[in-house]
């Protein structure tokens, strides 16, 4: 079974300042790993993953995310946050096996940058 | 690249109607589709994943007959929901797995259905 965790519903940061958006994940074996945002009334925009490789994946707009696998986590960064980033942001895993197909999404976290 | 479109952006009928969504990758072939549905303030639920040219396979708790997936090209796929009822109103989403990057879904805008 795959599982993924966003332990915070709503993140507020100060425009200008880094911000982070967490992600955990549990899967049996290997993990394919997605960050995903949200605009209202609008579909999902793909920002980055992690299939392998380096464990620092860098995506769209100044977005990058860590893998981290002893702590089974994948959390979202950007070093200076700006307002536009405001908006829901989902974290997604697959296992990575033959024929799974299936994304699992997190809860979504609402991310809010304050002027 | 990696452009998916679905229409209508919204919709709203009567119950008892039936409601046909389409999803279309523009720029690229689509193996897989996969229809989500959303509802307020909560995550993306997988209701099918669709193959072109074969049935539909359905989550648990998800009515075939009632929600019908047609993938008839590896552009296009559909989604019918017949006899719809006020609790099917929702926001459905769609994505499409590209054949040659097997790991990333892409996703349409949304259609956002009201049953009145």
């Known amino acids: 079974a795959q599982s993924v965790a966003q332990p915070e519903d709503q993140v507020n940061v100060a425009e200008g300042n880094p911000l982070t958006v967490k992600c955990t994940y549990s899967v049996s074996g290997n993990p394919y790993l997605f960050w995903y945002v949200q605009y209202p009334n609008r579909g999902l925009q793909f920002l980055l993953k992690y299939i392998t490789g380096d464990n620092l994946v860098k995506g769209s707009y100044g977005f990058e995310a860590e893998f981290n696998k002893s702590q089974t986590s994948f959390h979202l960064k950007k070093p200076s946050a700006l307002v536009s980033d405001s908006a829901l942001y989902f974290c997604?895993?697959?296992?990575?096996?033959?024929?799974?197909?299936?994304?699992?999404f997190g809860t979504g976290t609402r991310l809010t940058i304050i002027p | 690249g990696a452009v998916v479109s679905q229409h209508p952006s919204r919709v709203i009928c009567k119950s008892g109607t039936s409601v046909k969504i389409e999803c279309r990758s523009l720029d690229f072939q689509a193996t897989t589709m996969f229809w989500y549905r959303q509802f307020p303030k909560k995550s993306l639920m997988l209701m099918a994943t669709?193959?072109?040219?074969?049935?539909?396979?359905?989550e648990q708790g998800v009515e075939k007959d009632k929600f019908l997936i047609n993938h008839a090209s590896l552009t296009l796929s559909t989604l019918t929901v017949t006899s719809a009822h006020p609790e099917d109103s929702s926001f459905y989403i769609c994505?499409?797995?590209?054949?040659?990057?097997?790991?990333?879904?892409?996703f349409g805008p949304g259609t956002r259905l009201t049953v009145l």
């Open positions: 994505s499409a797995r590209r054949l040659a990057v097997t790991d990333t879904q892409y």
């Open positions: 997604a895993v697959r296992e990575a096996n033959f024929g799974n197909e299936k994304l699992t």
């Open positions: 669709s193959n072109e040219g074969s049935k539909a396979t359905y």
